[in-house]
């Protein structure tokens, strides 16, 4: 007679893993990163290497010091460090840029207990932190001159002061924004790659469009009432879908797995929840730009969407 084997559900495993889902996120940041290289300089990729160096040495020395088991098999520090350096203009101290990959690993992943136990997304929270405390360095936008493209260090001298095209609208066309040649931080300029990655993503079906849908589609809709006079209004609302952090953060930060709700109305709600933020900031707020703080928002008010928008089982009671 077979033994009754007794274990802790989940009873039935596919084949996906935590590592093959990160290593997926990675293959769709990669555009980006070369994108990022060729827009800002090589520059943009030392920094993208050296968040990621430092993300995954605080999860080492944070696991050895706390006699935890080693995680970085999972590839998520790797993923946090590429997000993080997409959030930080090309001129960022690299020290600075240590500094908020520690925090974001440290204090906002590990401390929570580590993947899948965090509050908020660590890259966007780290993103905020470091506006807050090192607020000159985040926002000075620039790109490399033609003569500085391959210096690593890139001097301020080797800077060309570039407007961001939430602060100066005028100055760019829907071509400039989709291939990323305007100002602003390395890796949510492009939005062609940012895009190709986002379609890789759907098709690998490690996100859905729910979330990424609502967020663009909801910004495009709000932003038609209030476009300004002479404009056309349907060239103003794309050109805010395709300004400042939107694309990455509706399909790579607002679609992380722990901080975003788990039913298909959950994530739509969640996704129209970012995009009535970031409307209200950019319009109404002292900042040109509202994505972090509103995925961050939105983020914290994960766990109400899920009581709210949790499926009844068949034929179950509710609990008293």
Same mark, same amino acid.
């Given at each position: 007679?077979?033994?009754?084997?007794?274990?802790?559900?989940?009873?039935?495993?596919?084949?996906?893993?935590?590592?093959?889902?990160?290593?997926?996120?990675?293959?769709?940041?990669?555009?980006?990163?070369?994108?990022?290289?060729?827009?800002?300089?090589?520059?943009?990729?030392?920094?993208?290497?050296?968040?990621?160096?430092?993300?995954?040495?605080?999860?080492?020395?944070?696991?050895?010091?706390?006699?935890?088991?080693?995680?970085?098999?999972?590839?998520?520090?790797?993923?946090?460090?590429?997000?993080?350096?997409?959030?930080?203009?090309?001129?960022?101290?690299?020290?600075?840029?240590?500094?908020?990959?520690?925090?974001?690993?440290?204090?906002?992943?590990?401390?929570?207990?580590?993947?899948?136990?965090?509050?908020?997304?660590?890259?966007?929270?780290?993103?905020?932190?470091?506006?807050?405390?090192?607020?000159?360095?985040?926002?000075?936008?620039?790109?490399?001159?033609?003569?500085?493209?391959?210096? &690593?260090?890139? +001097? *301020?001298?080797? #800077?060309?002061?570039?407007?961001?095209? @939430?602060?100066?609208?005028? %100055?760019? =066309?829907? /071509?400039?924004?989709?291939?990323?040649?305007?100002?602003?931080?390395?890796?949510?300029?492009?939005?062609?790659?940012?895009?190709?990655?986002?379609?890789?993503?759907?098709?690998?079906?490690?996100?859905?469009?729910?979330?990424?849908?609502?967020?663009?589609?909801?910004?495009?809709?709000?932003? &038609?009432?209030? +476009? *300004?006079?002479? #404009?056309?209004?349907?060239?103003?609302? @794309?050109?805010?879908?395709? %300004?400042? =952090?939107? /694309?990455?953060?509706?399909?790579?930060?607002?679609?992380?797995?722990?901080?975003?709700?788990?039913?298909?109305?959950?994530?739509?709600?969640?996704?129209?929840?970012?995009?009535?933020?970031?409307?209200?900031?950019?319009?109404?707020?002292?900042?040109?730009?509202?994505?972090?703080?509103?995925? &961050?928002?939105?983020?914290?008010?994960?766990?109400?969407?899920?009581?709210?928008?949790?499926?009844?089982?068949?034929?179950?009671?509710?609990?008293?």
């Amino acid at each position: 007679m077979d033994k009754l084997i007794l274990a802790v559900s989940p009873h039935l495993r596919g084949k996906t893993t935590t590592t093959l889902i990160m290593l997926d996120v990675i293959i769709a940041l990669i555009p980006t990163v070369i994108a990022s290289s060729l827009i800002f300089g090589i520059r943009a990729a030392l920094i993208v290497a050296v968040c990621v160096a430092a993300c995954v040495l605080s999860e080492f020395l944070f696991n050895l010091i706390c006699k935890k088991p080693n995680s970085l098999g999972d590839l998520s520090a790797v993923v946090t460090g590429i997000i993080l350096a997409f959030n930080l203009p090309v001129s960022i101290p690299l020290w600075q840029a240590v500094v908020g990959s520690v925090f974001a690993i440290v204090v906002v992943k590990m401390l929570f207990g580590g993947i899948g136990m965090n509050f908020a997304n660590p890259a966007l929270t780290a993103r905020i932190f470091m506006f807050i405390t090192f607020g000159t360095a985040m926002s000075q936008y620039g790109r490399a001159s033609a003569s500085a493209f391959f210096n &690593l260090s890139l +001097a *301020p001298a080797d #800077i060309v002061a570039s407007s961001t095209p @939430l602060a100066d609208s005028s %100055s760019y =066309g829907l /071509m400039d924004l989709f291939i990323g040649n305007h100002g602003g931080c390395i890796g949510e300029t492009c939005a062609l790659t940012l895009l190709l990655g986002g379609i890789y993503l759907l098709v690998r079906r490690v996100i859905s469009f729910h979330i990424p849908v609502a967020f663009l589609g909801g910004l495009f809709v709000l932003s &038609l009432f209030v +476009a *300004p006079d002479g #404009i056309n209004l349907f060239t103003f609302a @794309l050109s805010q879908v395709l %300004s400042g =952090g939107a /694309m990455l953060g509706a399909i790579f930060m607002a679609t992380d797995y722990v901080t975003s709700p788990c039913t298909k109305l959950g994530k739509l709600i969640f996704g129209l929840g970012c995009a009535v933020i970031t409307f209200l900031i950019r319009n109404w707020a002292s900042s040109a730009e509202g994505v972090s703080f509103s995925i &961050l928002i939105m983020n914290i008010l994960t766990p109400h969407i899920n009581n709210l928008t949790a499926i009844k089982p068949l034929g179950g009671i509710k609990a008293k």
